[in-house]
């Protein structure tokens, strides 16, 4: 009896040691790594940070002529390889840490981007996003973008392949 009175004692020396959470808010320490979150206008629906993600939350999903990118965060291991990946800085993480909801649907946030359609086939191939980047990037200024740029940028790959291939094979058979 004698050492449980001297462990209350010891305790009661003590103070409070836990925090008074949930009724005080707390302060996240400086670069905490929270709920990723992602800006849906500088969003290109590149996939990176898709193929980056240890829990596989993000997931791109081609329509007819749209791409989501959407992200569940219920899988979310905070890792942050999604925001280092990120070529435009759309995917930032937050200080937001307190995720729990009672509806699971609550928990996911999705981007919707129009695609571009191959010249040749139809099919949609790359974001319009994806593209403009690549012609900003890749272009001089002085170069008009509708006429000067290869047509080939408009083309799908497999299109671009099929092109490629032909022109190889009648070179060799020519040649």
């Known amino acids: 009896m004698l050492s449980k009175i001297k462990e209350a004692l010891i305790c009661l020396r003590a103070g409070r ?5 949930p009724f005080v808010p707390l302060k996240a320490p400086p670069r905490f790594r929270g709920r990723p979150t992602i800006d849906g206008a500088k969003c290109i629906g590149c996939g990176a940070c898709a193929e980056v993600c240890p829990p596989r939350l993000i997931e791109v999903n081609d329509a007819a002529s749209t791409r989501t990118v959407e992200l569940n965060y219920s899988r979310c291991t905070y890792c942050a390889r999604c925001q280092e990946i990120c070529p435009t800085g759309a995917m930032t993480c937050t200080e937001d840490f307190e995720m729990a909801t009672a509806d699971r649907k609550n928990l996911t946030v999705s981007v919707q981007l129009d695609m571009v359609h191959c010249e040749t086939c139809g099919k949609a191939f790359m974001t319009k996003r994806m593209l403009d980047k690549m012609l ?3 272009c001089p200024p002085w170069m008009n973008k509708k006429i000067d740029v290869p047509k080939w940028l408009w083309q799908c790959p497999q299109c671009r392949l099929d092109k490629t291939g032909s ?8 040649g």
């Open 17 to 21: 040691v836990t925090l008074p959470y």
């Open 167 to 174: 022109v190889i094979e009648g070179s060799i058979k020519n």
């Open 136 to 138: 900003t990037e890749f």
